[in-house]
């Protein structure tokens, strides 16, 4: 948490110089993709298959006038999948539910040209992330840990898309983000039997963003 209070701390500092004409803010939603993932035991295991799920995100960021189609930004997003899958214990199926939650804070640089009035781009980030595992029926170890398996990391991301303006000062555009999130490893116990399941922190985003300049 120290990170990510520290990063906010220097987002707010550039926040407070002057916005220049080469500043934008964009915001940014769409789909977002987990892997599955299961966990082992010798008298119980799960398999849990997130749905595809959302992200949504807001980005502060300026161009660097020294290297032409250079742009700095600070990035804060939020993603989120639930889970469907299968509890079996000591030979015994059930459904298993549950959620996957990730929130990341990055710094991100994006280089782009202008091709026919297009705007590609490709972006690389990297920065604090905070993910959180719920399961239902939830394991009996979790009861006191609120209810959740929770990790907090290092997260980056690559991508690229591409933005048309649509008014002066305003882009629309269509995008594609991998993200290594916070991966997850972790014993889970359903009525004394355990289970040992890795969560890897991979996700693959579609986007559709809108960018204004400031």
């Not at 298959?49 to 742009?71: H, M, N, S, Y």
């Not at 907090?152 to 991508?159: C, D, S």
Request: glycine share 14%; aromatic share 10%; charged share 20%.
């Amino acid at each position: 948490m120290k990170h990510f209070i520290g990063m906010c701390a220097l987002a707010l500092a550039l926040c407070s110089v002057p916005a220049r004409a080469d500043s934008y803010l964009s915001a940014f939603g769409g789909a977002s993709v987990l892997n599955d993932f299961s966990g082992d035991g010798a008298h119980a295991s799960f398999q849990a298959e997130p749905d595809t799920g959302f992200v949504g995100g807001v980005a502060l960021g300026t161009d660097i006038d020294a290297v032409p189609g250079v742009k700095i930004e600070f990035e804060a997003a939020y993603r989120r999948s639930e889970l469907q899958g299968t509890l079996v214990r000591c030979g015994n199926e059930e459904e298993l539910g549950g959620s996957s939650g990730l929130f990341t804070a990055m710094f991100n640089v994006r280089y782009g040209v202008e091709v026919a009035g297009f705007h590609p781009y490709a972006l690389a980030g990297a920065g604090y992330g905070a993910r959180r595992i719920v399961l239902e029926p939830t394991p009996d170890n979790w009861t006191n840990t609120a209810s959740a398996a929770e990790e907090q990391g290092f997260v980056w991301q690559v991508g690229g898309g591409v933005e048309y303006p649509i008014a002066d000062g305003v882009n629309v555009g269509l995008g594609y983000a991998y993200v290594v999130g916070v991966s997850t490893d972790r014993v889970a116990t359903f009525g004394g039997k355990d289970t040992f399941f890795e969560a890897n922190g991979d996700i693959h985003e579609a986007r559709v963003t809108l960018r204004v300049d400031l």
